[in-house]
T-cell receptor, first 113, second 114 residues
Framework: DTGVSQDPRHKITKRGQNVTFRCDPISEHNRLYWYRQTLGQGPEFLTYFQNEAQLEKSRLLSDRFSAERPKGSFSTLEIQRTEQGDSAMYLC???????????FGAGSRLTVL | AQSVTQLDSHVSVSEGTPVLLRCNYSSSYSPSLFWYVQHPNKGLQLLLKYTSAATLVKGINGFEAEFKKSETSFHLTKPSAHMSDAAEYFCVVSDTGTASKLTFGTGTRLQVTL
């Protein structure tokens, strides 16, 4: 088990472009979470899945954001028509059940020019 | 609504001296409280967690934290700082049973000098 993997680690894009991030959780973990961390702030909850079902979405997740976990394993987070305010570190985490501790990946850093 | 306040954005200590990182919390329920550490280019790592068992919680790398309900505090301490402790530390709160929705503080950057 290599922990939670995120790809790409860094992405630079121009405003208006679409970007997609991928997260591979720990294999036996049924819950997967996305958080966003902006400079100088703590991570903020975006959304989470239990298996393939998306159970909760934050108000931070605008219509331009979509997350999927089609087979209950890896997940993708897509941002359409990126804006400079989307520049942040996007963190993925996974856990086994609702009360176990979250294990975080190293994150995907997005820079929107 | 749950929240945490980390009282210091930056703490600097000399190697071998004690570390104190302060955190106050607010929660409508019996909270679960955590401390996570973030080293550059690495994922957030759990240091310790409190989930209504013993109020003094021991974590990894010699860190510990004490839950004080009367003061709504969960301060992180370590008797003797090491250079490798230099990192960003986050105090985190979760309402019991909803570990999915962690609320992070703004972080405290710990600097360790020789």
């Amino acid at each position: 088990d290599t922990g939670v993997s995120q790809d790409p680690r860094h992405k630079i894009t121009k405003r208006g472009q679409n970007v997609t991030f991928r997260c591979d959780p720990i294999s036996e973990h049924n819950r997967l979470y996305w958080y966003r961390q902006t400079l100088g702030q703590g991570p903020e909850f975006l959304t989470y899945f239990q298996n393939e079902a998306q159970l909760e979405k934050s108000r931070l997740l605008s219509d331009r954001f979509s997350a999927e976990r089609p087979k209950g394993s890896f997940s993708t987070l897509e941002i359409q028509r990126t804006e400079q305010g989307d520049s942040a570190m996007y963190l993925c985490a996974s856990s086994l059940g609702s009360v176990s501790v979250l294990t975080f990946g190293a994150g995907s850093r997005l820079t929107v020019l | 609504a749950q929240s945490v306040t980390q009282l210091d954005s930056h703490v600097s200590v000399s190697e071998g001296t004690p570390v104190l990182l302060r955190c106050n919390y607010s929660s409508s329920y019996s909270p679960s409280l955590f401390w996570y550490v973030q080293h550059p280019n690495k994922g957030l790592q759990l240091l310790l967690k409190y989930t209504s068992a013993a109020t003094l919680v021991k974590g990894i790398n010699g860190f510990e934290a004490e839950f004080k309900k009367s003061e709504t505090s969960f301060h992180l301490t370590k008797p003797s700082a090491h250079m490798s402790d230099a990192a960003e530390y986050f105090c985190v709160v979760s309402d019991t049973g909803t570990a999915s929705k962690l609320t992070f503080g703004t972080g405290t950057r710990l600097q360790v000098t020789l």
